[in-house]
């Protein structure tokens, strides 16, 4: 695949990164690209903490002064630390200042905040420790933090955020990728909208919880809180409002077996007859956020997203045990090259081989011959399920899910009769969803679309430690099969490559993420491309997250459609 070292070559840019000197108890390698104005930030004095843990106060809203840590001027943000050092410090700012002390993109501040917790340490003060060492689980902090250093696309997140959460920095290993990602999340989240922005967090944490997403629960119920929203509604679903409460149905469809919903479902939302009607343009906006949260739950799981350090899991205030493990997480061990360089040879030469064979092949086969090929991918798909070992929603996330025991089915099961497979010629995103999108919903066809085709498009001309490689067929073969999972069949397109390509511990892997991510673990992630680099991987995600968002929107447009017509 691709490893994301460098520009893409779409892009037409190059990246370069640098390492500079780590600050104490910094994860990142060294401050941002840019200014580099001198900031003196006084030393706190142990007059400004409590002597005792005991005397914090109890945790409140986000303090604004916290807000000012994210300004262009270096000085204000200069003078933000050094009232923080004259204050008393809450436990909800100590966890603030805990992550921006390893996740803030700019160098003053990470080291700022680093200084006010020792200070408060030293003045007995009991302040949180981190419990995950990096993003991921999966992926070693260093690689990571490495190639996110000096991007302006994570120092201007976190000036309008307020934070660079985990996801966005993995997502960071593709600059070009990350680009259109925040600018349609940030369309779809905070631009001018027909849903109120409370309500929009509120339907992804409704559409995460489906997929036992407690990452994303905890951090769009902070979002919605932080744009107004009733704190009770978080008490569960029976507690939001009863126009929220009647997309359980499309939220449960579309997370699980979007090829079931029909035009009824569409009409049973809209019906002017309903006192808790949906608009077609609330609706549509709805649909994207369902969609756009099951994806990226499959991104989180996939990549082994850790929880952000100042949610539940992500620190403790209690003092590490002397028989604790280091801050190193112990999901890292044991995945050294267990392989010696000649296996990593033969893996990454036999795929390149396979690719080769497969692009100087002239044979053409009939349209039934092509049938018969997407059949057989999919009988053999039934045999690639992961283990049926249920996974219990957590308590964060099961008052969010109505009918918990609905999850996906294969599309096609035996002995079953299957719904119709969605013919991509009869309704694709390029000549039907797109325009629907535009029509409904100006703009986001636009953002969704560039997005789509930034993901598809994505290379570095790299596999492995193979260099001017043409990865393309590679891309679509994973593409496809996401979507032959989801029931999508195109006409052109030979589904014999996908067994010559995808590895079954790939194919595997994919499914797993695409369909039961919560199930997805550490080890199917390492046995997938063993000598293939991290960012390779990520990229396999993003195909994955994308994929299986075009796929279930396309789903809920057609019955749209269908319903306008």
Known sequence: MDSGRGAPASAGTTTTTTTRPNGAGHEWPGGVGGARDEVQVEEPSSSSFSSSSSSLPEPSARPRRLSRLCSRDTRERAEALNELARGALCRDTLLQLLRVSRTCPMEDVRRGAAELLGAAQDAGVEVPRALVSGPSAFIPPGEVWEEGAGLPELVETFRSMGRVDHVITVMALHPSYLSCFLHTQQALLQLDGPLPQPWRHYIIVMAASRHRCSYLVHLHSSWFLETGGEERWLGGLHRAPPKLRRLSLLNKLLA???????????????????????????????????????????????????????????????????????SHSPLHEGMGDSQSGSDMDTEVERLMKRMQLLLEQNEEFSQEEMVTRFEKERSEMLLEAPCDDAVCAPPDVSHFVEDPEFTYQDFAPRGEQSPPTLRAQDYSWEDHGFSLMNRLYPDMGQLLDEKFQVVLGLTYHTMAMHRDVDTTMLRKAV?????????IRYDDYDYGDVNQLLELSLKVYIKTVACHPEKTTLRMYTNFWKHFCHSEKVHVNLLLLEARLQAALLYALRAITRYMT
Do not use: K, M
């Not at 569409?266 to 756009?292: G, K, N």
């Not at 593409?479 to 029931?487: E, K, L, R, S």
């Open 479 to 487: 593409w496809n099969y996401i979507h032959c999972v989801f029931g």
């Open 256 to 326: 699980h077996r979007p090829w079931l919903i029909t035009q009824e479902h569409i009409a049973d939302l809209v019906c002017p007859s309903s006192e808790e009607r949906w608009s077609l343009a609330e609706l549509i906006q709805a649909v994207i956020l369902l969609t756009y949260a099951h994806s990226l739950s499959c991104f989180v799981w996939g990549c082994g997203i850790n929880p952000e350090l100042d949610f539940l899991g992500g620190h403790a205030f209690q003092p590490p045990s002397p028989s604790a493990r280091s």
